[in-house]
Nanobody
Framework: QVQLVESGGGLVQAGGSLRLSCAAS????????MGWFRQSPGKERELVAA????????YFADSVKGRFTISRDNARSTVYLQMNSLKPEDTAVYYC????????????????WGQGTQVTVSS
């Protein structure tokens, strides 16, 4: 099990940028596939981006491709989500999650979750 703490959320105008960070506890961070999910009121939680253990493979939802990037620093046990060209529809609570599975997109594999950080994009 790994404990996850997100930071970096906030209020930003449309077109702006934010960088979310997720710090993980423990010394086995490099053995986890990491993902960023988001959920807004009345909508299902969706996988926004994910990154493999080494960082060599990534996944992005179509809605964020070309605007968001995901990266990780295994030495610092931290995963990042850089969000550019933000839109009001990006407003949501963003969650960091960890999976012991190799698949980036298998939702059930994400067993450990952070508390979430609010991102609000004003028009």
């Amino acid at each position: 099990q790994v404990q996850l703490v997100e930071s970096g959320g906030g209020l930003v105008q449309a077109g702006g940028s934010l960088r979310l960070s997720c710090a993980a506890s423990g010394r086995t961070f490099s053995s986890y596939t990491m993902g960023w999910f988001r959920q807004s009121p009345g909508k299902e939680r969706e996988l926004v981006a994910a990154i493999s253990r080494s960082g060599g493979s990534t996944y992005f939802a179509d809605s964020v491709k070309g605007r968001f990037t995901i990266s990780r620093d295994n030495a610092r046990s931290t995963v990042y989500l850089q969000m550019n060209s933000l839109k009001p529809e990006d407003t949501a609570v963003y969650y960091c999650a960890a999976s012991k599975e190799y698949s980036l997109t298998w939702y059930r594999g994400y067993a450990d979750w952070g508390q979430g950080t609010q991102v609000t994009v004003s028009s």
